[in-house]
């Protein structure tokens, strides 16, 4: 405390402006929000987004994180990966809020596409991590791809391609727009080995944003289902909320996109929230785990875990078990580690100013199939854990037992195309 404060006196005597003060990522630490994460050979590497520097009283503004960080999960502090700084950002890479990263684990390499900037974007180009290299390269301008932002953003490494469904069209994400900002409707596709771009047709005509799309290793080559955010379904500029029964689910093989309506305990509406999918050993259930977000209309936000289990499209409330006020907050980011840990990092609180766990940078896992230590969906983060076993909560309803064997394969209602059935079926992994 005393070094603190005399840096403190120091700073004060330098005249130097607080807010060009470098920050320490690992010491000054409060809260992360609208940042980007993905997974490659054992390291969660977080790009971009905002951070609150601690304390917050005395550092008020939301400042652009410019670094480049990994943590560590083969390492743990406090029980959380290990954060690290070091890594190369080059300068002219942009750091964004409500973009994605594309991970291609075969060739250790991310790629950064979409996500808006704070002001005065410049024009799209695609830039790529070469994780082995720890390098930036930027990889080409794609003449009919625009930057969007906060749209769904999924990545299928079996297949190294990435998506995109939706996001805003605005001043912060297009140079020179004028005008309001507008959603697109389109599924963005990137093959990351030929370096092609296709601009696709989303799930209807509506432009949205501010939803999830996970991928699914069901069906032939896989299927993309994404769920929550926000619509315009005029395209007029009215937004609305995108009701979370509504569950939307693109085959990759075939190009199409169906609508499934989901049961059970349906979340609330909500947007920039995160989730991951898992699935059973045997791969008769897959469970989509949804974390808190941020309300629409009057609502401020969510503390909450809901589980998506299909095929039987059926939706339950994992946490809280009791009614309480909870600490809503959107932003976050969430990254299923070896089908069974969730690491979710981050978010914006809505109604306070305190910092979020300082001293493990805002980070904090799920359980999947709550069988750690505590027995419990919120648990420390585990190197060791590696498989996943299906929680009782979703035994109750689909039937079988922790390894798989559900009984219950089909939705309560009826599905919403006769070619669901097929489509959503386990298949064997591929060589
Ligand atoms: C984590 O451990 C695995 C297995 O021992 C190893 O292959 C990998 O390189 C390690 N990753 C890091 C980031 O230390
Ligand atoms: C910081 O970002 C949050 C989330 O986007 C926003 O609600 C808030 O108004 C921002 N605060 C400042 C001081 O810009
Ligand atoms: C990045 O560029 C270097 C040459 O500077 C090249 O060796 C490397 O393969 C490139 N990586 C990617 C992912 O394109
Ligand atoms: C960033 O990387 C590009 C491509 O590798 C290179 O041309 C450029 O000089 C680099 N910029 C900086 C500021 O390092
Ligand atoms: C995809 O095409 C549509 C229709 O031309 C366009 O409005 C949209 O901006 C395109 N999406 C991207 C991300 O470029
Ligand atoms: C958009 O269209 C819908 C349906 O016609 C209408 O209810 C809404 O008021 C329109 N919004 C605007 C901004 O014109
Ligand atoms: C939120 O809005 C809905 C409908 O517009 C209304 O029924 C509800 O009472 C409002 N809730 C609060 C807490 O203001
Ligand atoms: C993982 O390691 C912990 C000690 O850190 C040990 O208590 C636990 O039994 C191990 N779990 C598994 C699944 O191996």
Not at 52 to 71: F, M
Not at 238 to 263: C, E
Not at 382 to 387: A, G, K, R, V
Request: charged share 15%; aromatic share 12%; glycine share 12%.
């Amino acid at each position: 405390m005393a070094l603190r404060a005399a840096g403190v006196a120091l700073t004060a005597l330098s005249f130097a402006a607080p807010s060009l003060q470098q920050k320490d990522p690992l010491t000054d630490f409060c809260r992360r929000f609208g940042h980007q994460t993905t997974v490659i050979d054992r390291r969660l590497y977080i790009d971009g987004g905002m951070v609150n520097w601690n304390p917050i009283s005395q550092n008020p503004l939301n400042y652009t994180n410019k670094d480049l960080l990994w943590q560590d999960l083969n390492d743990t502090h406090e029980g959380m990966p290990q954060l690290h700084t070091g890594l190369t950002k080059n300068a002219s890479v942009p750091d964004v809020s409500g973009g994605v990263l594309w991970a291609d684990e075969v060739n250790k390499v991310f790629y950064l596409y979409g996500g808006e900037v704070t002001e005065s974007p410049e024009d799209f180009a695609l830039w790529a991590y070469d994780a082995v290299l720890d390098q930036w390269n930027v990889t080409g301008a794609p003449r009919d791809i625009q930057r969007v932002a906060w749209g769904a953003g999924a990545a299928v490494n079996e297949r190294a391609e990435g998506y995109y469904l939706g996001g805003w069209l605005g001043d912060m994400s297009v140079p020179g727009w004028e005008g309001s900002p507008r959603m697109t409707s389109n599924l963005v596709r990137y093959d990351m080995e030929t370096e092609a771009w296709t601009n696709n047709t989303g799930p209807d005509g509506a432009g949205r944003a501010e939803g999830v799309m996970l991928f699914l290793p069901a069906s032939d080559n896989g299927l993309l289902i994404s769920f929550g955010g926000v619509m315009d379904p005029d395209n007029n500029g009215t937004v609305v909320g995108d009701p979370m029964d509504n569950i939307h689910v693109y085959d990759i093989q075939s190009g199409k996109w169906y609508l499934q309506q989901a049961t059970g305990d349906v979340p609330d509406m909500r947007r920039k929230f995160c989730a991951g999918a898992t699935w059973a050993q045997d791969r008769s259930s897959y469970n989509i785990y949804l974390y808190g977000g941020q309300g629409i209309n009057n609502i401020t936000g969510f503390d909450d875990v809901y589980i998506l289990t299909m095929p039987s499209f059926k939706w339950i409330k994992w946490f809280p078990t009791e009614p309480g006020p909870g600490n809503p907050h959107g932003l976050t980011t969430c990254n299923v580690i070896s089908n069974s840990q969730m690491i979710i990092i981050g978010g914006y609180f809505a109604q306070h100013d305190e910092c979020d766990s300082p001293t493990i940078w805002g980070t904090h896992n799920l359980n999947l199939g709550a069988n750690g230590p505590q027995n419990a969906p919120w648990d420390l983060y585990y190197p060791n854990i590696t498989e996943y076993f299906v929680p009782q909560e979703i035994l109750d309803e689909i039937g079988g037992s922790p390894t798989g064997g559900a009984t219950t394969t089909s939705p309560v209602e009826a599905w919403g195309h006769r070619d669901l059935p097929v489509r959503t079926r386990s298949f064997a992994t591929k060589p």
